[in-house]
Nanobody, 122 residues
Framework: VQLQASGGGLVQAGGSLRLSCVVSGRTFTSYPMGWFRQAPGKEREFVAAISWNGGSTYYQDSVKGRFTISRDNAKNTVYLQMNSLKPEDTAVYYC????????????????WGQGTQVTVSS
């Protein structure tokens, strides 16, 4: 399986971006998906996740109410809509396929995209 993330860029604080992650392969609908981010000098951290059918979503507390994860199984794509962006949201954002039982740990995800840079200026 291959994951291709896109949509990052440079935006001013308060702005919005929409990240996309296209997943190759026919098993996309079988797996929950997640977004993580990693800022320079920091560990990769959970941002959001979504169940296989989109019925359940999970968020890191700092992004609740600002970010929305969604998926389109017909397009093998998962999205992350990011609104009211803050400088502390600056990071490389990664999409990932969940294979384990938990939602929040890096170790529960077995396939990763290459990452897309999000930079929020103050």
């Amino acid at each position: 399986v291959q994951l291709q993330a896109s949509g990052g860029g440079l935006v001013q604080a308060g702005g919005s971006l929409r990240l996309s992650c296209v997943v190759s392969g026919r098993t996309f609908t079988s797996y929950p998906m997640g977004w993580f981010r990693q800022a320079p000098g920091k560990e990769r951290e959970f941002v959001a996740a979504i169940s296989w059918n989109g019925g359940s979503t999970y968020y890191q507390d700092s992004v609740k109410g600002r970010f929305t994860i969604s998926r389109d199984n017909a397009k093998n794509t998962v999205y992350l809509q990011m609104n009211s962006l803050k400088p502390e949201d600056t990071a490389v954002y990664y999409c990932a396929r969940r294979s384990g039982l938990g939602w929040y740990a890096v170790q529960q995800y077995d396939s990763w995209g290459q990452g897309t840079q999000v930079t929020v200026s103050s």
